[in-house]
């Protein structure tokens, strides 16, 4: 699902530009508009860059989902690592690597505490929300060669 939100994102934002945003101003300004142009719509240089209004009210949350559920994902991952490094201490076969994962393991428990008992913190899911916008930026105005 992680992988998704960027590309759900994107479509949604194309969806959303596609919206007639329209304005419309007072009698009193009548003037500064000439008679020959209609009701003035907003439209940007470029559809990517349209900031509709309903798209920017919906956008943040859709970014905070996306953070809670990559957290989530993330506290499986950790789970499943520690798990990982205690069943290769069992198995005979896997002595070779049992030093290494141990110390993966020691070192995710000393970093994040035991992995059952991570729980997402409003810091960590704003983090992870602001990076995600990074993200989804970046892929929907790719920066050149310099």
């Known amino acids: 699902l992680s992988r998704r939100l960027p590309q759900f994102i994107h479509t949604l934002s194309k969806r959303c530009d596609q919206i007639p945003v329209q304005t419309s101003r007072p009698a009193s300004f ?7 142009m209609s009701t003035p719509t907003i ?27 990559s957290l989530l994902q993330f506290q499986v991952v ?3 690592v520690a ?9 005979s076969a896997l002595k070779l690597v049992q030093p290494a994962t ?21 810091t960590h899911v704003i983090l992870v929300a602001i990076l995600l916008a990074v993200v989804v930026h970046l ?3 790719p920066r050149g060669p310099a």
């Open 139 to 141: 892929e929907r105005h």
């Open 83 to 91: 798990q990982g490094a205690a069943k290769i201490k069992s198995v």
């Open 30 to 36: 009548a003037f500064c508009r000439p008679a020959a």
């Open 43 to 69: 439209r940007s240089p470029a559809p990517s860059s349209s900031l509709n209004p309903i798209f920017l009210l919906i956008l943040p949350t859709l970014y905070m989902l996306g953070a809670v559920v």
């Open 78 to 80: 950790l789970t499943l």
């Open 102 to 122: 141990a110390a993966l393991a020691d070192m995710l428990v000393k970093i994040f505490g035991l992995p059952h008992k991570f729980v997402p913190q409003p």
